[in-house]
Nanobody, 123 residues
Framework: QVQLVESGGGLVRPGASLSLSCVAS????????LGWFRQATGKEREIVAA????????FYADSVKDRFTIARNNARDTVYLQMNDLKPEDTAVYFC????????????????WGRGTQVTVSS
């Protein structure tokens, strides 16, 4: 079993940047493919980005493409989400999660989840 803890969220103005981190414990993160999801109030959880266990392939939702970057450091059991040019519609709780299914956008295919970190983009 793996435990995931997200950090780095906060309140920022439109156009600002934030860097989220997700640290794993219990099992090595290199065992898993990973995804970042977000859930806004009153909306369903949606995929933001995903990365394979070796970091050799990534996926981005259209809404964040060219603004967000997912990366991982398996030696540090950490996955990152660099978010640039943030918009009010990026406001949500951001979660990291593990899967064995490679690059997938289906939340049901992810096994372990962190508790999330709040990102609020507002002027």
């Amino acid at each position: 079993q793996v435990q995931l803890v997200e950090s780095g969220g906060g309140l920022v103005r439109p156009g600002a940047s934030l860097s989220l981190s997700c640290v794993a414990s219990g099992r090595a993160l290199s065992n898993y493919d990973l995804g970042w999801f977000r859930q806004a109030t009153g909306k369903e959880r949606e995929i933001v980005a995903a990365i394979t266990r070796r970091g050799d392939a990534t996926f981005y939702a259209d809404s964040v493409k060219d603004r967000f970057t997912i990366a991982r450091n398996n030696a540090r059991d950490t996955v990152y989400l660099q978010m640039n040019d943030l918009k009010p519609e990026d406001t949500a709780v951001y979660f990291c999660a593990t899967t064995y299914w490679g690059i997938t956008s289906r939340a049901s295919y992810y096994d372990y989840w962190g508790r999330g970190t709040q990102v609020t983009v507002s002027s």
